[in-house]
């Protein structure tokens, strides 16, 4: 496996922070993540959580991120993004490269964190094409091209400044299906199992209603 880079350590340890101070975390389950070739699933609910999540993470866990193709339009951001191994995703449409790229890392033996919902969350209301918030069925496909073990991952939804936010790791699994790629609707499955994995890690149901 490649060592990580200076760049990624010294972000990692300044940008962690700042962030400890405006949106301190207590982290659960971390000791339950596979060394390399997870794929970490967490709900969505703020643009603060793949920040939050990768920095609880160890340094060294070689991570990869999706986000949104909009992060990488501002020149230092899209930079910086890059620096630390994210990579933009187009939404709405079906980006051939994006999805190599994820299945690239995991075959690589690093890891990667997509949110299956692919839009913001807020209060248990989110819209994807204009249709309430789901589980997209990408993550499945990913994790079943790959074999890589799907993670649940749940965040508290309200980030307040100086509130503590709550990330707890779920047990990973691997996605089965049948046949060597599965049917869409065995897709959909997997993805829509994962988020009600990751929600119900926080005592909520999909969308973030409480159980």
Not at 106 to 118: C, T, W
Request: proline share 7%; aromatic share 8%; net charge positive.
């Amino acid at each position: 496996m490649k060592p990580f880079n200076r760049f990624f350590v010294f972000i990692y340890y300044v940008v962690g922070l700042v962030a400890d101070i405006l949106h301190p975390v207590s982290v659960e389950g971390l000791e339950r993540l596979p060394e390399s070739g997870a794929l970490l699933c967490p709900n969505h609910a703020s643009n603060w959580d793949p920040i939050l999540v990768a920095l609880k993470l160890p340094k060294n866990y070689r991570l990869h991120i999706m986000a949104k193709e909009e992060l990488f339009k501002n020149p230092l951001l899209g930079w910086l993004l890059r620096k630390v191994g994210a990579f933009p995703v187009s939404r709405g449409s079906n980006d051939i490269s994006t999805v190599r790229t994820a299945m690239r890392a995991i075959k690589d033996g690093d890891n990667l964190l997509i949110f299956p919902e692919g839009t913001v969350v807020r209060n248990g209301v989110g819209y994807i094409d204009g249709l309430p918030a789901h589980a997209k069925a990408g993550v499945a496909m990913i994790g079943v091209r790959t074999g890589a073990a799907l993670v649940p991952v749940f965040v508290d939804g309200e980030k307040r400044l100086f509130r503590r936010t709550r990330i707890i790791f779920g047990e990973p699994y691997e996605p089965r299906c049948t046949g060597r790629r599965g049917t869409s609707e065995e897709m959909q499955r997997i993805a829509d199992d994962v988020l009600a994995a990751a929600y119900a890690l926080g005592g909520q149901a999909v969308g973030g209603k409480p159980l």
